[in-house]
């Protein structure tokens, strides 16, 4: 996850324990779920809703154990209706994508993005990147130099979105490569990316070492077909 931890408004985040490993952690590493008024739960990313709240880590596999170990009806301490629990594992999935594309969307108004190898690859050797995106479906000989090179400069890259949804958030047909820039504010866009890799793949490949994010975004990545 981002080393700058913060809230939308600024303020340090905030450690929660996870209702599975039990382990204390800031509150961006986490997600929080709620009921809704039907008695379904939901994944609350943005910490905002109202009502008693579950916190688990930021991992698909910790959210599987929290749903086998029938955790959430424990540690909400309230009636939750049948089926309540049902896709909440793709849901949440779901929810952290379309964050994803909304700070990548965002990010682009804010003059931080560049796309496109060529520019990509100018940037990072200018030392002007942030991190380096590229998408899930993008061809291995232009992840494998591009890694290279962000490597050598002490860049993390992230691999979680295929290319037409890196291009629906830029306003473009289909985005391979991009990058985001250093700049002011840049590191509140990289966190939903961040959130996303942690929950799809664990904190093992959190995205902070290069070795393991280039290991990662050189082999098959959620099982999306290779674009050249």
Known sequence: M???KATKTGEAARERMCIVTRRRADDTDLIRYVLD???VLVPDVKAVLPGRGAWVSARRDVLAEAVKRKAFGRALKTDMAPGGLDDIIERTEHVLRH???GALALARKA????NGFSKVESALKNG???ALLHATDAGADGVKKLNRLAGHVGVPVLRVLPHGEMGLALGLEHVIHAA???GPGAARFLAPFRRLEAY???DDTSGDSIEGSTQRAE???LGDKTTV
Request: aromatic fraction near 4%; proline fraction near 4%; glycine fraction near 16%.
């Open 180 to 182: 985001l820039l250093d």
């Open 99 to 101: 964050q994803a594309r």
């Open 111 to 114: 003059g931080l993005i560049t």
């Open 128 to 130: 002007k990147v942030l």
């Open 2 to 4: 981002a080393n700058a």
């Open 37 to 39: 008024p039907n008695g």
């Open 219 to 221: 082999g098959s990545v």
């Open 200 to 202: 799809c793949y664990g």
